[in-house]
């Protein structure tokens, strides 16, 4: 899978409606975040609650440009949960936790604008 951290990148070719709910991008919670010096970009390593139905589940997110890993724990993120789990160097990724370049390519993260319970499906 390529994936394009271009702000000005060309829109993907269409889907259908079934393509996008095979997708499973569900909220959860940060409860915690770790360095990750290992990477070979800079990244946090994160632990995410998405609610009972999903559990807790780990990410390794390159995010280090616009956050602080102290301020992590209780932000809410948005995640792709239903990707094969990837392993990144002697971490686990779980799941893959998404966010939009900024005008430097700069991940910012997705998230919603109010709390929402864990777990909660993107439609």
Do not use: C, W
């Not at 290992?38 to 559990?55: H, Q, T, W, Y």
């Not at 807790?56 to 997110?61: G, N, Q």
């Not at 686990?92 to 991940?107: W, Y």
């Amino acid at each position: 899978m390529h994936v394009t951290h271009e702000a000005g990148a060309a829109a993907a070719p269409a889907i259908g409606f079934d393509d996008f709910l095979k997708v499973d991008i569900r909220v959860g919670t940060v409860i915690e975040a770790l360095p990750f010096p290992e990477a070979r970009k800079p990244a946090f390593k994160l632990v995410i609650d998405f609610g009972s139905a999903i559990g807790v589940k780990t990410s390794s997110a390159q995010i280090t440009e616009h956050y602080r890993i102290e301020d992590l724990p209780g932000r809410q993120v948005a995640a792709v949960v239903n990707f094969p789990p990837r392993q990144i160097g002697k971490f686990m990724s779980e799941v893959l936790t998404l966010g939009f370049p900024d005008a430097d390519g700069k991940v910012v993260l997705f998230a919603p604008d109010a709390g929402v319970p864990n777990g909660g499906r993107l439609f």
